[in-house]
């Protein structure tokens, strides 16, 4: 074994002990990121039954058409939960139905700033095509508003955040 082959062979045990401490680092195999991903969506739903059966109270009013009774139930769980992104979501629902776009828009950025996992394809809570239409139908009603009022403060805010959703949505694995 001449001195090339023992270079050789301490570089190559070199390299795979600098591989497995960055799939330690990582957090292991592909496949044990992936278990690792189901298990903190569990952990993220893993409500008390209670606020859990109080949302789905919220979601069945909502269903049920019921604005009146789900908007103050809504109201109250956010102001008890209010790092919850679920209700922020269903808010932004009600306001959609009462056509009011762009107050929507602010309650989907709430959502997906608390819980990113809405414009992500790859889990159960996606809701891209949903944010999406209402981002759209909010820069119709910005751009409207901006035809007749091009000076309208308020309403350039209103187009920097349809810009800031648009880019999320972009960016998003949907």
Known sequence: MDKLDKWTIFFVMAMAAYASVLMAQAGG???????????????QQALTPEVAGRIQLAKNLLIQDNLAKAEPLLET?????PYEGELYLLKG???MRRQQPIAAMYEYKEAILLNPDFLDKKTRQFQGKKIKVSVE???????DGLAKKPGDGKLRED????????????????
């Not at 769980?77 to 939960?81: P, S, V």
Request: hydrophobic share 35%.
């Open 29 to 43: 195999t592909p496949e044990q990121r992936k278990i690792g991903t189901a298990e903190r969506q569990e952990r």
């Open 77 to 81: 769980l956010i102001t008890e939960f």
């Open 159 to 174: 187009r920097e955040t349809l810009y800031f959703m648009k880019r999320k949505l972009a960016g998003s694995c949907g």
């Open 93 to 95: 629902d009600i306001l």
């Open 137 to 143: 139908e909010a820069m119709t009603a910005i751009d």
